[in-house]
Structure formats: structure tokens, C-alpha cells
């Protein structure tokens, strides 16, 4: 962001006015730097919000649905087999390359 600063010449109400005075009075800024900061906040919470990507956390899933599917029905509690664990994510991790 550029440091160059551009006049800008408004009208306000009375009230905004006496709150821009306020405000900086109590913190012990400019009227100007009260309303920098002011817009600074509006724009921070008026951007756009990204989506966050989910596919590590579909993978989790798909692991899972695997995993119950594989067990499901079987009528015993299932014993894990580390091996087998580090064997099936080699398989499936080659497959997705």
C-alpha cells in the first residue's frame, strides 16, 4: 500500500462530528487518523471470505466410510493390524498419484 496520502474534503453530521472529536481526544490521534481507521475496519470486514480447502478432511472421510464399510456386519470388534494400516495408505497413496 502506498504511503501517499490523498485530500479528501467531506461533510458529516453533527453527531459523527462530535464523535470523530471524542475518539480522538481519547485516544490521542488525529480526526483524520480516527476516520483512516475507521475505513481500515470496514474494509478488513467487507472482504471477501475464501473458502477453505476441504479435500484433506473428504480424504478423512473417505478413509473412514472405507474402514466401516470393510467391517460392517462382521459381529466382532475390529483388531487393527499396524501393517496392514501402513500397507493400505501405501496402496491408496500410489494410486492417487
Known amino acids: 500500500?502506498?504511503?501517499?496520502?490523498?485530500?479528501?474534503?467531506?461533510?458529516l453530521p453533527r453527531r459523527q462530528n462530535q464523535f470523530?472529536?471524542?475518539?480522538?481526544?481519547q485516544q490521542g490521534i488525529t480526526e483524520a487518523e480516527v476516520i483512516r481507521q475507521a475505513l481500515d475496519r470496514?474494509?478488513?470486514?467487507s472482504a471477501p471470505l475464501t473458502r477453505p480447502d476441504t479435500s484433506s478432511w473428504e480424504?478423512?472421510?473417505?478413509?473412514?466410510?472405507?474402514?466401516?464399510a470393510k467391517y460392517a456386519g462382521k459381529g466382532k470388534p475390529v483388531r487393527w493390524n499396524r501393517q496392514e494400516l501402513y500397507e493400505e495408505d501405501d496402496k491408496r497413496t500410489s494410486e492417487e498419484k
Open 1 to 11: 500500500m502506498s504511503n501517499v496520502m490523498i485530500r479528501k474534503q467531506i461533510y
Open 42 to 45: 470496514d474494509e478488513r470486514l
Open 20 to 25: 470523530i472529536k471524542r475518539r480522538a481526544k
Open 59 to 68: 480424504q478423512i472421510q473417505r478413509f473412514v466410510q472405507e474402514r466401516q
